[in-house]
């Protein structure tokens, strides 16, 4: 049981970082940027009747990589199948549902 508590901590931890590192973190910001940018530019390119006024990314995916709970929602996912196939982690939807929900949690008390 203890091992599964870790299991889920550490994962949680690793699941954020990678989250922050896409969503937010100034190292890879101009990485990011530039993809989701490519993004907008790909979606302006299917919807030409659109004029662009959101305040947000008129691409799902483009929003999905600037967003923590909803990049954290997917990366979580992986995290989980990782350590349900590596350690056999039990109850693998209910670790990845908390799991997300942790990461949403971090990334708000985390921002900059």
Known sequence: MMNEVWLFVLGTLAAYRVTRLVVADKIAEPYMERVRWWLERRWFSKHPDEDGSQTEWN???AYMLSCPWC???WVSGATTVILSVAY???YPVIAWLAMSTAIGFLGRIDSD
């Open 59 to 61: 691409s799902r995916l």
């Open 88 to 90: 056999g982690l039990s």
């Open 71 to 73: 990049f954290g929602f």
